[in-house]
T-cell receptor, first 114, second 115 residues
């Protein structure tokens, strides 16, 4: 069965510092990987995805993520955090080999402070 | 832009009521999904539909049913609402997974409270 782990319930970062939100996955075969962001009382907004090709993927709002196959990880990063980045972040995985299921992690609350 | 619209942002229903949550998408997507979101549990898939009148159970289908009579509309039905169904419900749509390079697009969510 496929699964996603986000080991940190909350990440605190000072504005201007780099941020990392961790994600590891388990899936049969090769994965499609996604990051979504959720602001309070809103739906999920797509940030970026890894399908194939370069391991470093760039997305919306200056976010990027690095796919590491050997470590089965897809950590979300940003070089310089903003207070407005404070939100709930979800990692998701889907197998490339078929199947209809998009599986999400439990989410990581990012808090960026002045 | 893709738009996925859920009919209500907030709902309060009584235990035992039959509840309908409606979702409409405007991008001619084949796939539609219903998730529920609970703190500490992330998003859990309730049902998935890959075509009109076609559906698959997700991880937590008990107590729910779905209807997809038209391609753009996917309804979640709580046959007899219970307090443990109090949650945030999220609808999503996507192009067929077989087309590979696609992500799911989400509605704004419906926060359902069952009293």
């Amino acid at each position: 069965a496929q699964s996603v782990a986000q080991p940190e319930d909350q990440v605190n970062v000072a504005e201007g510092n780099p941020l990392t939100v961790k994600c590891t996955y388990s899936v049969s075969g090769n994965p499609y990987l996604f990051w979504y962001v959720q602001y309070p009382n809103r739906g999920l907004q797509f940030l970026l995805k890894y399908i194939t090709g370069d391991n470093l993927v760039k997305g919306s709002y200056g976010f990027e993520a690095e796919f590491n196959k050997s470590q089965t990880s897809f950590h979300l990063k940003k070089p310089s955090a903003l207070v407005s980045d404070s939100a709930l972040y979800f990692c998701a995985v889907r197998p490339t080999g078929g199947g209809n299921k998009l599986t999400f992690g439990t989410g990581t609350q990012l808090k960026v402070e002045l | 832009d893709v738009k996925v619209t859920q009919s209500s942002r907030y709902l309060v229903k009584r235990t035992g009521e039959k509840v309908f949550l409606e979702c409409v998408q405007d991008m001619d997507h084949e796939n539609m999904f219903w998730y529920r979101q609970d703190p500490g549990l992330g998003l859990r898939l309730i049902y998935f539909s890959y075509d009109v009148k076609m559906k698959e159970k997700g991880d937590i289908p008990e107590g729910y049913s779905v209807s997809r009579e038209k391609k753009e509309r996917f309804s979640l039905i709580l046959e007899s609402a219970s307090t443990n169904q109090t949650s945030m419900y999220l609808c999503a749509s996507s192009s067929p997974w077989g087309q590979g390079n696609t992500e799911a697009f989400f509605g704004q969510g419906t926060r359902l409270t069952v009293v």
